[in-house]
């Protein structure tokens, strides 16, 4: 059975009252990704028992029952690597985050959209006085709805709400960033206590990373090196707010989105969303106030001003915030940048799904004159719909460049496969029992061969190999730094580090230290990010274990077997990545780092001197060649006991080769992880794209009056939320088919498939939507409609 991770990267955009249409579809994520995941046992490896089925909610045992379905050709696990968001987009790409992170429900959230984002409970308190002297204007008010907006909105409900909305305040947002806090905060806290708690939908070793984009009203400056002058400062109103949940190992979930984190989230939430106009800016002291009236603690305030907000006590009451979609409203660069990296345990099938509730429309002959914009026109255009609207054709076409540069890393890894094979089959003894002190020597005369045989390409490859460890350790150097300001110092620690690397490549007398002593010292002892590099590419031969082929396999393989060393392997690239996390050292560390920073900013011409001790120290914590011992053994002893022993040499071979592979693809990469060099797809969700259930002439409530339109009724709050689901279901069905392969299941089966998702969705909300039973029914009978071979079988049974 061929066993695929369909792993998804997720971009939301803003919309302002689409923000619901975009909660059904984060509804409907969810829900996959619970089925997919309660599919398998992850700590046994095997699957569930049926009656686990019978327990789960109607549409995630709809989604289970398609996976079954596939499973005899595709056992498909269905994960979410990265989220981002902007404005709507943004606050629901924090709350579908935090529900896979910790596997909690959105039930609580449903609700919070459908009761509460109307515009009578998102309204500002009025002095009476404001109140009664906008009543003189009602008169004017009512001519003007019914007259302008008469055949657009016929709703008594909404046209009222909109009178109502227009006797607000004029010249100040009529919205409250208080309440909205508050009912994020409940919502969260509600999430929590119907959550099972210690529990997580983020495979083990995996990492999900959530972005959210925000605007700095006052900015922040930015230096920037010229050759003259010296430098220029700008301001910079960017934040992309990163927060992550780590799943390092079983029951160890290293989370930022944790019960304890709900401030900075919530604090995320207001500031992505505050639309200009409608809410006043976001500011921390508005946040306080919400928490001390709530009696709330915000454990984590300094760290999160500090490094996510990059404030200090002094500039905090001088900064507030608006919403991110004045600077970036399609956030794809973020996700792009992360999923390119993602490891993934099985063959991997990778979709970058963006939500579009409002794409543009095919262009239209233009008859007539074209209008020019009045002045208000152009003004709110400037401010709000073209900020709101940058192309993303930019970015997709990196993601192109990318999967060509995929392609050929893949072509180039098959190709160099047999002359690795070649060149390390007579180190390797044809033995059964191997020690780990053979293997140890194996692999050194492994790489020093490798080097001696790369000629001129070896000065790219250990240049660098060496920038990369001075960026690494660099970054590492100022996170121990607690001095405030020592992250802006960085580049001039990297300047230390990396001509410290040169000096001693210089006073080699080999080209670029190949061998010598001192160089390949400070590489044994800190280069940590070749060890993960070398693990990962193991998992990469592993992965294709999985596959029997009668034709050179002896026997099939054990998947038991191959699950328990990867996760061995895991671990290892944890205990790994563990080196660069600045709480892995101590107080000795963080002294020299301190001392490092401190001479920079004094301009020291000492500061050079401090990098000897800092290696020093940072080799001897790091114990690299400690795990590279425990590494030996896993290949040596653990693996001769899982596999046979074609399985087990073609795996130690693999990992003594790696210096073959690395000089050919790191130089390309420039990166820590190649293991997966699989394109990227790109699908859209949208009420366009979502034709096996479209009906002509269907919109989104919400786009009326200038996407606030959902604000003013409940029952299209409701219709667009349902509609959130049932085109997020159809495109997701499309989306996991198309990852198991084209003609995987017979028509007829998909069609069933589709009008299960789609009529289970009804059914948990047939009780819940109590505005729009007709538009329930209506969902119902047209879903039996272009399914009447389901709704036959249905009613049998």
């Known amino acids: 059975m061929?066993?695929?991770?369909?792993?998804?990267?997720?971009?939301?955009?803003?919309?302002?009252?689409?923000?619901?249409?975009?909660?059904?579809?984060?509804?409907?994520?969810?829900?996959?990704?619970?089925?997919?995941?309660?599919?398998?046992?992850?700590?046994?490896?095997?699957?569930?028992?049926?009656?686990?089925?019978?327990?789960?909610?109607?549409?995630?045992?709809?989604?289970?029952?398609?996976?079954?379905?596939?499973?005899?050709?595709a056992d498909i696990r269905v994960v979410v690597d990265a989220i981002a968001g902007a404005s709507a987009g943004g606050v629901n790409g924090i709350m579908l985050a935090r529900a896979i992170a910790h596997d909690l429900p959105l039930d609580d959230h449903s609700e919070m959209w459908l009761q509460n984002a109307d515009v009578t409970r998102l309204a500002r308190p009025q002095s009476g006085l404001s109140r009664y002297l906008k009543l003189s204007v009602s008169p004017v008010l009512d001519q003007l709805i019914s007259s302008r907006l008469d055949k657009k909105i016929e709703s008594l409900e909404t046209r009222e709400k909109l009178r109502q909305f227009m006797q607000s305040r004029w010249f100040t947002p009529p919205f409250s960033g208080e309440r909205f806090i508050g009912w994020m905060l409940d919502a969260c806290q509600k999430m929590e206590e119907r959550g099972e708690g210690g529990q997580t939908l983020i495979p083990r070793g995996q990492t999900l990373d959530l972005f959210v984009t925000i605007t700095d009203y006052n900015g922040v400056k930015r230096r920037i090196n010229l050759d003259d002058p010296d430098y220029v400062e700008e301001w910079d109103h960017r934040r992309i707010l990163n927060f992550h949940a780590e799943h390092r190992t079983y029951g160890n979930l290293d989370s930022q989105m944790d019960f304890e984190n709900i401030p900075e989230l919530v604090f995320a939430a207001r500031a992505t969303s505050s639309f200009p106009g409608a809410f006043p800016?976001?500011?921390?002291?508005e946040m306080e106030r919400v928490l001390s009236r709530q009696q709330k603690p915000w454990r984590y305030r300094n760290e999160f001003l500090e490094q996510g907000l990059e404030l200090t006590p002094e500039t905090l009451s001088h900064h507030c915030f608006v919403d991110g979609s004045v600077v970036m409203n399609?956030?794809?660069?973020?996700?792009?940048?992360?999923?390119?990296?993602?490891?993934?345990?099985?063959?991997?099938?990778?979709?970058?799904?963006?939500?579009?509730?409002?794409?543009?429309?095919?262009?239209?002959?233009?008859?007539?004159?074209?209008?020019?914009?009045?002045?208000?026109?152009?003004?709110?255009?400037?401010?709000?719909?073209?900020?709101?609207n940058e192309p993303i054709g930019d970015d997709l076409k990196e993601l192109e460049q990318?999967?060509?540069?995929?392609?050929?890393?893949?072509?180039?890894?098959?190709?160099?496969?047999?002359?690795?094979?070649?060149?390390?089959?007579?180190?390797?003894?044809?033995?059964?029992?191997?020690?780990?002190e053979i293997l140890s020597k194996c692999r050194k005369t492994a790489t020093k061969a490798a080097f001696d045989q790369a000629g001129f390409a070896f000065l790219n490859y250990q240049s660098l190999k060496l920038h990369a460890l001075a960026e690494r350790l660099a970054s590492l150097s100022c996170r121990l730094c607690e001095e405030a300001g020592a992250q802006k110092r960085e580049e001039a620690v990297?300047?230390?580090?990396?001509?410290?690397?040169?000096?001693?490549?210089?006073?080699?007398?080999?080209?670029?230290?190949?061998?010598?002593?001192?160089?390949?010292?400070?590489?044994?002892?800190?280069?940590?990010?070749?060890?993960?590099?070398?693990?990962?590419?193991?998992?990469?031969?592993?992965?294709?274990?999985?596959?029997?082929?009668?034709?050179?396999?002896?026997?099939?393989?054990?998947?038991?077997?191959?699950?328990h060393m990867k996760a061995l392997l895991y671990e290892q690239i944890d205990h790994l990545s563990w080196r660069w996390n600045e709480t892995f050292y101590g107080d000795k560390n963080r002294q020299l780092a301190e001392k490092l920073v401190g001479d920079i900013e004094a301009r020291s011409s000492g500061a050079a001197e401090n990098v000897v001790p800092i290696l020093e120290n940072m080799t001897q914590m790091m114990g690299l060649s400690d795990l590279d011992r425990l590494q030996d053994d896993l290949f040596t002893e653990t693996a001769r006991d899982l596999f046979d022993k074609q399985r087990h040499t073609a795996l130690m071979r693999t990992y003594i080769g790696f210096p073959y592979y690395d000089l050919i693809t790191f130089p390309v990469l420039q990166r820590n992880d190649f293991a997966e060099v699989t394109e990227i797809l790109v699908?859209?969700?949208?009420?366009?794209?979502?034709?096996?259930?479209?009906?002509?002439?269907?919109?989104?409530?919400?786009?009326?009056?200038?996407?606030?339109?959902?604000?003013?009724?409940?029952?299209w709050r409701e219709h667009d939320y349902l509609w959130g689901r049932l085109n997020a279901a159809d495109r997701l069905v499309s989306i996991v088919l198309s990852a198991a392969g084209e003609g995987t299941l017979p028509q007829q089966e998909i069609n069933q498939a589709r009008a299960r998702i789609f009529l289970a969705i009804l059914e948990e909300e047939r009780g819940k939507l109590a505005e729009i039973p007709e538009e329930i029914e209506r969902v119902d009978a047209l879903v039996r409609s272009i399914y009447p071979d389901f709704a036959h079988v249905s009613e049998e049974v």
Request: no cysteine; aromatic share 8%.
């Open 683 to 715: 699908d859209r969700i949208s009420p366009r794209d979502a034709a096996n259930l479209y009906v002509d002439g269907f919109d989104l409530k919400g786009k009326a009056l200038n996407s606030f339109g959902a604000f003013f009724n409940r029952s």
């Open 2 to 73: 061929k066993e695929i991770e369909l792993r998804l990267a997720l971009v939301l955009y803003g919309g302002v009252s689409l923000a619901i249409y975009m909660h059904g579809v984060s509804r409907e994520i969810l829900s996959l990704v619970r089925a997919s995941s309660l599919r398998l046992d992850r700590r046994s490896g095997v699957f569930r028992d049926t009656d686990t089925a019978k327990q789960l909610p109607p549409v995630q045992s709809a989604y289970k029952e398609l996976l079954d379905l596939l499973s005899p050709v």
């Open 330 to 388: 399609k956030p794809f660069a973020p996700v792009i940048d992360v999923i390119e990296e993602r490891p993934a345990a099985r063959e991997v099938a990778r979709r970058l799904i963006y939500v579009d509730p409002a794409p543009v429309e095919p262009d239209e002959a233009v008859t007539g004159p074209v209008e020019i914009p009045g002045f208000f026109r152009v003004i709110l255009a400037s401010l709000a719909h073209i900020p709101r």
């Open 402 to 436: 990318n999967n060509r540069r995929s392609r050929w890393l893949a072509q180039l890894i098959d190709a160099a496969g047999p002359m690795v094979e070649k060149a390390v089959q007579g180190l390797l003894p044809n033995w059964r029992i191997v020690s780990p």
């Open 494 to 563: 990297l300047s230390l580090f990396f001509t410290h690397f040169l000096k001693l490549t210089a006073d080699s007398k080999e080209d670029l230290g190949r061998t010598d002593p001192e160089v390949v010292s400070v590489l044994r002892g800190l280069d940590v990010d070749y060890r993960i590099r070398r693990l990962r590419f193991v998992i990469r031969k592993l992965n294709g274990f999985y596959h029997h082929n009668r034709d050179v396999d002896v026997s099939p393989p054990d998947t038991e077997a191959l699950d």
């Open 281 to 285: 800016p976001a500011t921390v002291a």
